[in-house]
C-alpha cells in the first residue's frame, strides 16, 4: 500500500478517536429506549445479595458480568494505548473485549501491534474485527484468518455499517449479496462468527437472514448511542458528505426496540445489546428484553482517556449498580433475570 493510501487510514483512525471524545457525536433525539422500560421492585426479595452471581459463560469462557467492552479503536500509537488500558480492565474484572477494525493492519503490516493485547489479557474472550463490506472489496477467508490469529482472538465480528460508508468520503457501499459472503466465512472460519451493527440497529429481517447464514450472534448496537453518522460528518471535508451525517445523524432503530427484534427473529444467537448502554440498569433491562449481554464503547473511551483508574471505577460502578437491580427484583442468576419482568409504560 503507498504511503498515502497508509496516512489517509491512519488519519482516519485518529480522526474518529478525536471526534468521540471532543465532539457531539451522540444522538438526542432519539434514544435507546431504556427509559420507557421499568423493572418491578420487590422489596422482599428473598435472596441474599452477597449470594448473586452475575457470570455468564461467552465463547466457552467465564465473565464475571455480561458485559464487553465493545469494539473501539486500532491502528495508531494513542490507539494501542487506549487498547491495552482496555484489556487490562477486561482482565482483571472478566469481561469480553473487541478490537477496533484491523483492515489497517492487513495494508499495513507493521501496524498490528496496535491491536495485540493478549500478553495483558490471557483469560478474556477476544473478538478480532473487520468491515463486512471489505469481504465485497479485496477481502476473504484468509483475511478473515489472518486478523484472527494476528491478535489470538476467540472470535471475529464483522461490522455492517451502509449509513456510515455512505456519510464516509469514498467510502464502500457495495452491500449487494453479502450476506451469502459472510455466510462463506462462517463455513470456512474455525472460529464464531459474529455481526455488529455500528450504532443504527439490526432489523428483524436482518437479525434472520444472519441467523440463517450461520452466524453465532450479533450485536444489535441500536441507535441511541453513538451516531457514526455523526461522527464521519465531523471529519468529513465534503459538504455534501458532511451534510448527509448531519441530517440522518438520528436515523436508526432504537437499541431496545433491536434487542426484542432480534430476539424473536433470530431464535437462538447470541445477542449483544450495544447502542446506548450507559448504566447497570440499563444492562439489566437488556437481558429481560432479551439479549445475553450488553456491550458498551464511548463512555469506557471517555474514562480511559482521563486514565485506567478511571474506567476500573466506571466498570466497578456498573457491577454495583447491576448486582443491586438485580438484588431488588429478586433475580440471583444471569438467568432469573432473563424471566424478570420489565415493563413498557
Not at 436508526?252 to 432480534?262: C, F, K, L, R
Request: aromatic content about 6%; hydrophobic content about 45%; some cysteine.
Amino acid at each position: 500500500m503507498s504511503f498515502a493510501r497508509a496516512y489517509e487510514n491512519i488519519q482516519r483512525k485518529a480522526d474518529h478517536v478525536y471526534a468521540a471524545l471532543h465532539e457531539d457525536v451522540e444522538f438526542h433525539k432519539l434514544s435507546a429506549g431504556f427509559e420507557k422500560y421499568s423493572f418491578g421492585h420487590e422489596a422482599l426479595p428473598e435472596i441474599d445479595r452477597n449470594d448473586i452471581d452475575m457470570s455468564i459463560t461467552l465463547l466457552g469462557k467465564h465473565l464475571s458480568m455480561p458485559l464487553m467492552i465493545s469494539p473501539i479503536t486500532g491502528g495508531t500509537p494513542e490507539a494501542a494505548k487506549f487498547n491495552r488500558i482496555f484489556a487490562e480492565a477486561a482482565q482483571r474484572y472478566g469481561l469480553a473485549m473487541g478490537v477496533g477494525s484491523q483492515r489497517v493492519a492487513l495494508e499495513y503490516p507493521e501496524l498490528d501491534w496496535t491491536f495485540k493485547v493478549r500478553d495483558v489479557a490471557p483469560d478474556i474472550p477476544l473478538f478480532a474485527n473487520l468491515g463486512a463490506v471489505q469481504l465485497n472489496n479485496g477481502c476473504n477467508i484468509d483475511s478473515c484468518l489472518k486478523i484472527v490469529e494476528m491478535i489470538d482472538a476467540d472470535a471475529l465480528m464483522l461490522h455492517i455499517n451502509p449509513l456510515q460508508e455512505c456519510v464516509q468520503t469514498n467510502g464502500n457501499v457495495n452491500f449487494r449479496l453479502l450476506s451469502a459472503k459472510i455466510g462463506e466465512v462462517c463455513d470456512l472460519l474455525d472460529v464464531p462468527v459474529f455481526v455488529k451493527e455500528v450504532g443504527h440497529g439490526i432489523s428483524a429481517r436482518t437479525a434472520s437472514l444472519l441467523a440463517d447464514v450461520g452466524v453465532a450472534g450479533v450485536d444489535v448496537a441500536g441507535a441511541g448511542g453513538t451516531s457514526w453518522a455523526k461522527v464521519e460528518s465531523k471529519r468529513s471535508v465534503d459538504s455534501i458528505s458532511a451534510g448527509l451525517g448531519e441530517s440522518l445523524g438520528e436515523w436508526g432503530i432504537p437499541t431496545t426496540d433491536s434487542i426484542v427484534a432480534a430476539r424473536k427473529a433470530a431464535g437462538n444467537l447470541t445477542i449483544i445489546a450495544g447502542g446506548g448502554v450507559r448504566s447497570g440498569q440499563d444492562i439489566a433491562k437488556s437481558i429481560a428484553l432479551g439479549a445475553d449481554m450488553a456491550g458498551m464503547a464511548l463512555p469506557f473511551l471517555r474514562c480511559a482517556a482521563i486514565s485506567a483508574e478511571a474506567l476500573f471505577e466506571k466498570i466497578e460502578g456498573l457491577r454495583e449498580e447491576l448486582a443491586t437491580v438485580m438484588f431488588c427484583t429478586g433475580c440471583k442468576t444471569i438467568e432469573d433475570l432473563k424471566q424478570a419482568a420489565c415493563f413498557c409504560f
